[in-house]
């Protein structure tokens, strides 16, 4: 089956790309972005948050940034009007950054079944004249609904440390939303368990109101979001001889008072003028029939190895 592209208007997203691939259909921002702000595949529910953020009056989705050198800060990429050019397997949506450099950004959406169901390529071109240093950071938002997960390192080192969490500031190990396990780390946001706890004040304030981030060093190379039996799994590369930001993570999970999302990000890549580097992650869509609970590694072990 061809894949059919379209400039649709919504009254949500304004003006957008929608992209049909067989039973799956893609909406990704033109006005500003780009943003994959919808993914359904048949009957299934589309699990991508896109509500709209008061502070930028910009609807949420999946979304790239990048991080120059090792500042701490990712630039939002995103501010005006969105290109893009049909391929013969997808769409490049493409994004001119003049500040702090010049750069070009492209997100791919590529269909390619013997890989997933479909790989979102992020990439950027170096139009400056000088080095330019940089991480390529994706976030992908959720609905409050389920949990995501990533698993722990899976390297054995003799004698020296394996696995790595990071908790941001403001952030509690304590925290009921987090669970750390032998395999896995998954962030939820379960408001009816919090009430039965108790537990509604956290530090900073009413329960929602504070955001909890953990990074993992992801070497077994994937992650993702399940809601009610029905999962998005990210797969990407995770390089464990590489310089990654943020210290040495490449995947996170977040809890904030409208979303759960996951973030990824690559090492960074030092580009020469011309030059330039990605960020590739295979998207794949299952849905399991039993309930999986974000505290049974059992459970979440059996489903991963389903797909």
């Known amino acids: ?51 709209k953020d008061p502070q930028y009056q910009r609807n949420h989705g999946h ?14 990429c995103d ?15 493409i994004q001119t950054l003049n500040d702090p450099v010049q750069l070009e950004l492209s997100m791919d959406v590529v269909f390619n079944t013997d890989i997933g169901d479909f790989m979102v390529v992020h990439s ?11 991480s390529i950071y994706t976030e992908t938002p959720f609905d409050r609904k389920g949990f995501v997960f990533i698993p722990q390192s899976n390297i054995r080192e003799n ?28 962030v939820h946001s379960n408001i009816s368990e919090m009430e039965e706890s108790g537990e509604f004040r956290l530090i900073g304030g009413d329960f929602g109101k504070d955001r909890i981030k953990i990074g993992v060093n992801n070497t077994a190379g994937f992650c993702g979001y399940i809601e009610n039996g029905y999962a998005l799994i990210k797969r990407y590369v995770h390089n464990r001889n590489a310089l990654y930001p943020f210290t040495s993570c490449s995947a996170f999970a977040t809890v904030n008072d409208n979303y759960l999302s996951i973030q990824n990000t690559s090492p960074f890549y030092l580009i020469g003028p011309g030059e330039s580097a990605r960020h590739i992650e295979s998207w794949i869509f299952a849905h399991y029939g039993n309930e999986i609970h974000y505290d049974n590694e059992t459970e979440l072990d059996s489903f991963i190895n389903t797909i």
């Open 124 to 134: 950027v071109y170096n139009k400056s004249k000088e080095d330019v240093k940089l």
């Open 159 to 186: 004698e020296r440390p394996s696995r790595v969490l990071s908790l941001w500031d403001n952030c509690r190990w304590d925290d009921k939303r987090l669970f750390i396990g032998e395999q896995y780390v998954t």
């Open 1 to 51: 089956m061809s894949l059919n592209v379209k400039e649709i208007t919504t009254e949500d997203f304004g003006h957008c790309a929608l992209l049909t691939y067989e039973d799956t259909e893609i909406i990704v921002t033109l006005d500003y972005g780009p943003r994959i702000v919808s993914v359904k595949r048949g009957n299934e529910p589309d699990l991508i948050y896109s509500e």
């Open 63 to 76: 979304k790239m940034r990048i991080t120059i050198e090792k500042s701490t800060n990712a630039v939002y």
């Open 79 to 93: 501010d005006y009007p969105v290109r893009y050019s049909p391929m013969s397997d997808g769409v490049s949506f």
